[in-house]
């Protein structure tokens, strides 16, 4: 689900698939693929332009784009994690 095959941004893509699943789906009974469709459309829509994100400031990503608001980063970095280096207990 990610766009660089890396797995740490997978997360990312499974918080989305869950906010959706229980935000926007939990109550609805779909009944085809059209209906499903245009379901996801507008939750996607209010996802982005109504509903207020902790990590963008309590602002919606629209307003973040548009405005081009600078934002304190709310989230991990696990690439700046430091390489600890294990050393050998057993001797050979």
């Known amino acids: 689900m990610c766009e660089k095959g890396d797995p740490l941004e997978n997360t990312v893509a499974e918080r989305v698939n869950g906010i959706m699943r229980t935000e926007y789906f939990a109550y609805i009974i779909i009944a085809d693929r059209s209906q499903a469709e245009s379901i996801l459309a507008k939750a996607v829509l209010n996802y982005n332009t109504v509903r207020l994100h902790i990590s963008c400031g309590m602002l919606t990503p629209e307003k973040v784009h548009k ?24 001797s050979e």
């Not at 405005?67 to 057993?90: C, E, G, H, P």
């Open 67 to 90: 405005n081009n608001v600078t934002i304190k980063r709310a989230w991990k970095n696990y690439y700046l994690r430091k390489t600890v280096q294990l050393s050998q207990t057993r």
